[in-house]
Each structure stands twice: as structure tokens, then as C-alpha cells.
């Protein structure tokens, strides 16, 4: 395993060097590059030319793409043009905010997910088989804004139920330790706190949570459907075994593999940022973040996340890939 491992991790050096030279030539194919933005609309000529020739964007792309390598792998990509902060000081206060969201989008759609698609699977051809059906493709349909849009105004304006916006309400006065505010809650015992920062979740969670949860139990119905038809599970059931030991050793154990496949790709699309979602309900996280980069062109900070998302993205592939030996030992790799 630990062979398997190592080999993963150096087939994902090509990887992240074509990713990141893809990124580094398409950013300054952009209009106006770097050194209009950060200097601004009404920047001279002259200005633009003393910009460039000041951090070296005057030099062969080559030459930069070296130096932004080598930046790159000390962290440093430079500075916000919108708040001058460094772009690595910026995403690990804005990321916590966007794992936060993902870990309850994804409790939300894996415990309601693998349940619904395991009864439907049992209750195949049965009208709450159909309905999980029509629901999941329901769920996959709906585009997530509009989604959003409508959890917000119906729960949050209307009902007024749940926040509709950031992560903690302005009147709460609580300790941030770690930048993520439920767990910050409950390290300083501010209880009150806590409970709000996961209350404003509750709303973007879900929105975000839905499309995972179609696809979780689509996976899970057709994993539990083919593994129920098995010869191996036929023979516990003949040999008398408790209906509770076939299901959790026989059937649950081997159809979580394609399962644990589709919850680690979706966890990783989702850490690698909710831009619509955090949009609508101004969350505060990496998403709503590049969303801002997108539209102040704030060159560093599209660059810096991009990159360090696609890094995330690949080590939870990473991880997907080591959970298969560990789910299903004919898969281990030696």
C-alpha cells in the first residue's frame, strides 16, 4: 500500500506542472493583465510599462513561469491587488468557511443518500423505488442558484426561519481561534455561537448538498442492485445467516466501493469552491472569493486559489483511490 501510495503521489507532479502552466499562460492571455490590474483603468501607458519591468513581466514567459514555480512551491503568489494582503494569508482565512460548508453538504447528502438508495434498491419496482428515481433526477436537474435563490427566500425572508447570509450574525460577539466558526464555538464554549455559525450552514448546506445526494443514491441503488444478485449473497441467505449480518457484511460492505468513489469526487469538486452558492448567500468562502477575483480581475488571487484547489482536489483523489484496498481487499494494492 504504502508502494501504491508513493507512485500516486509522483503521477501527480506532471499533473499539477501542466495544470499550472496552463493556468499561468491563460491568466495573462486575459485582457489588461496583471499590471493593468492591479494598476488600474486609468494606469498610463508608462505606469504599465514601470509595472512590468518592477516584477518582471517584461521578461520571457519562460523566465516568469520558472520564477512563479518557484514562488509557487513556497507558497507565495504574491499579493491581492484589491487588499494587498498575501493571496496564501487570504485563502487559508477564506477555506476554512468553504470546508465547513462541504463537510455539512456532505453529512447532509450521505445520510440521507446511502439510506434512500439502499430501501429503494430493496424495494425495487416498488413505488418508493420510482419516487427516489424521479427525485434523484429532480436533484441533478435543478440548477443549484436557482436552488438556492429559493431555499432563501422561502426559509429566510419569508419564514424567516434561518439566516440567509454569511457565516455568523453580526451580534454575535464570538472568539475566532481557527476560522471555523462552529468549531470555534465549541473550543471557547460560546454555545451561542456555535449554534448560529451551523445554523447559517444549514440553508447553503443543503443547496449545495442536493446534486451529491441524486447522485449518492442513483450509485448507491444500482451498487446495492447488483451486489444483492450475487451468488455469494444467495448463499448466506440459504445458509440462515441474520438478515442484518447479509446486509451489513455482504451487501453494504461491497456496494459502498463505487460508492466511496462518487462521495470522494463530489467532496473535492465541492472543496474546490461553491462559487454560485456562496454567491447567493454570501458565505465567505473560497468560492464567493474567486467570484470577487473574476470580476475585480485580482490576478494573484485567481492564480494562488486555482492552483492551491487543484492540490486539494488530487490528494482527495488520492485518498479515494488508498480507500478502495481498505473497503474491499480485492482491490488492495500491495
Not at 508608462?46 to 518592477?54: A, F, L, P, S, T
Not at 516584477?55 to 512551491?73: E, H, N, S, T
Not at 485567481?302 to 484547489?309: K, M, R, S, T, V
Request: glycine residues 8%.
Amino acid at each position: 500500500m504504502l508502494r501504491f501510495i508513493v507512485r500516486r503521489l509522483l503521477q501527480l507532479v506532471p499533473i499539477l506542472l501542466g495544470l499550472s502552466l496552463l493556468l499561468f499562460t491563460w491568466l495573462r492571455l486575459l485582457p489588461g493583465g496583471p499590471a493593468q490590474a492591479a494598476l488600474g483603468e486609468r494606469a498610463t501607458p508608462e505606469d504599465i510599462e514601470r509595472y512590468n519591468q518592477v516584477f518582471g513581466l517584461d521578461q520571457p514567459i519562460w523566465v516568469q513561469y520558472l520564477k512563479f514555480l518557484g514562488r509557487a512551491v513556497q507558497l507565495d503568489f504574491g499579493n491581492s491587488s484589491r487588499t494587498g494582503r498575501p493571496v496564501t494569508t487570504e485563502f487559508l482565512e477564506r477555506f476554512p468557511g468553504t470546508i465547513e460548508l462541504t463537510v455539512f453538504a456532505m453529512v447532509f447528502a450521505i445520510g440521507l443518500g446511502i439510506p434512500l438508495g439502499y430501501l429503494a434498491a430493496r424495494k425495487h419496482g416498488s413505488w418508493i423505488d420510482s419516487t427516489s428515481v424521479i427525485g434523484s433526477l429532480l436533484g441533478v436537474a435543478i440548477p443549484v442558484f436557482f436552488l438556492a435563490y429559493l431555499l432563501r427566500v422561502v426559509f429566510a425572508v419569508d419564514l424567516g426561519w434561518l439566516p440567509g447570509s454569511g457565516r455568523q450574525s453580526v451580534r454575535i460577539d464570538a472568539t475566532h481561534v481557527t476560522n471555523f466558526y462552529v468549531l470555534d464555538g465549541l473550543l471557547t464554549r460560546e454555545w451561542d455561537a456555535a449554534l448560529d455559525a451551523l445554523l447559517h450552514l444549514v440553508l447553503p448546506g443543503i443547496a449545495l448538498g442536493t446534486i451529491p445526494l441524486a447522485i449518492i443514491v442513483r450509485i448507491t441503488r444500482a451498487a446495492v442492485l447488483d451486489v444483492v444478485n450475487e451468488d455469494y449473497v444467495r448463499t448466506a441467505n440459504a445458509k440462515g445467516l441474520a438478515t442484518a449480518t447479509v446486509r451489513r457484511r455482504h451487501i453494504i460492505r461491497n456496494a459502498l466501493l463505487p460508492v466511496s468513489t462518487t462521495i470522494g469526487l463530489q467532496t473535492g469538486l465541492l472543496l474546490s469552491g461553491a462559487v454560485l452558492t456562496e454567491t447567493v448567500f454570501a458565505f465567505g468562502g473560497v468560492g464567493s472569493a474567486l467570484k470577487d477575483a473574476i470580476d475585480l480581475r485580482d490576478y494573484s488571487i485567481l492564480q494562488g486559489f486555482i492552483l492551491i484547489l487543484a492540490v486539494v482536489y488530487v490528494l482527495v483523489n488520492l485518498l479515494v483511490d488508498v480507500s478502495y484496498g481498505l473497503l474491499d481487499p480485492r482491490v488492495r494494492v500491495k
